[in-house]
């Protein structure tokens, strides 16, 4: 009997993406926009395994924006090696894409994905249809790099330090730490795997939760400091303006994870981060702390994610943005969207 993070039944799945692999001579990977923990886990972590297994293949680590990776996320094997999507040269013989289950997520990368010979989609989003040659899509998966994990374990040697240190670092994010709801059996099987494997944990929680620069403190007490509670108390939110930013000397990423900081009061099911973007767009961020299930907010703002984690981006200022935001949580939780 396997452990709970194998899964023989994708055998015939795995195995086609094999094939695929073993013909490609150019493989292009890349994940969503704003990329997460998970997202650039996923990648890089793939990436090193093939090559491991095929030194000769040309690997190349896309990202779908113009940006680079996320400080906190640099410290994680060959992360500068990563190109946004928009650079890339040629046509890939195989597009691997990670932690995302819409082509449209691509971003910059999505015109390298349609130049691509062949498609490989892994990933743990719900999805309203599949796309890709071979799509393994588990939304019962607490990470895309559960998948992954579950992938590799096959190949003989397929899990070295490097890829167990870029996978336990996805699945620590997008389990919260292994606080949300779902962190299961098999992600935490998986996770003890990868340390075995020599990845260590301590090491993810230095770089992603304890290296905060002054100016993420200073916007994070900021955003608490505006904390409002909407829909009979069950909806925490707060904001940041651009000029919020350059008041604390603050960048847009370091407000990604400030949705976490919201979702701690106690007594709410939904948390909501609103942030201003650079091009007059609004970024939003959604957290549940119950069986509230937030992705269809998200999916209804042309965003997307899980039951309890979502985001979307929007048009309008970000008092529209609130508004909007809370009238449909307010139908969500079945509660009209006052104040509480």
């Known amino acids: 009997m396997g452990r709970a993070w194998e899964h023989p039944e994708l055998e015939r799945e795995f195995g086609r993406i094999d094939e695929l692999l073993e013909e490609a001579a150019h493989v292009a990977l890349c994940a969503h926009t704003s990329p997460d923990g998970d997202a650039l886990g996923s990648v890089l972590g793939l990436a090193a395994a093939v090559r491991d297994r095929w030194p000769d293949k040309r690997v190349s680590c896309l990202l779908a924006d113009d940006d680079a990776v996320p400080a ?163 909806v925490a939110s707060s904001r940041v303006s651009l000029a919020d930013l350059e008041a604390c000397g603050a960048t847009s990423e370091d407000a990604g994870g400030l949705v976490d900081a919201v979702r701690r009061a106690a007594g709410v099911e939904v948390a909501l981060m609103l942030r201003e973007l650079p091009d007059g767009r609004v970024r939003g961020n959604l957290r549940a702390k119950g069986e509230a299930d937030v992705s269809r907010v998200a999916r209804a703002l042309g965003g997307g994610g899980h039951r309890a984690a979502a985001g979307f981006t929007c048009e309008g200022t970000l008092d529209e943005a609130h508004a909007r935001v809370t009238a449909l949580l307010a139908d969500l939780l079945g509660r009209d969207g006052s104040d509480a």
């Open 72 to 234: 906190s996320f640099s410290y994680l094997p060959d992360a500068g090696s990563c190109v946004p999507g928009s650079s890339l040269e040629g046509d890939p013989d195989l597009f691997v894409c990670l932690d995302l289950s819409r082509p449209d997520r691509l971003g910059v990368a999505e015109p390298a994905m349609r130049r691509s010979r062949a498609v490989v989609v892994l990933d743990h989003h719900p999805s309203e249809g599949p796309f890709g040659d071979v799509s393994v899509v588990r939304p019962d998966a607490a990470a895309a790099c559960v998948v992954v994990a579950s992938y590799l374990v096959r190949w003989e040697g397929g899990i070295t330090r490097d890829v167990a240190r870029c996978l336990l670092c996805g699945i620590v994010c997008d389990t919260g730490r292994f606080q949300f709801q779902n962190t299961d059996a098999e992600a935490l099987e998986a996770a003890a795997a990868l340390v075995a494997a020599g990845a260590d944990p301590a090491e993810v929680s230095l770089h992603v939760f304890q290296s905060d620069s002054v100016a993420c403190l200073r916007l994070e007490g900021l955003a608490l400091g505006r904390l409002e509670l909407s829909c009979g108390g069950l």
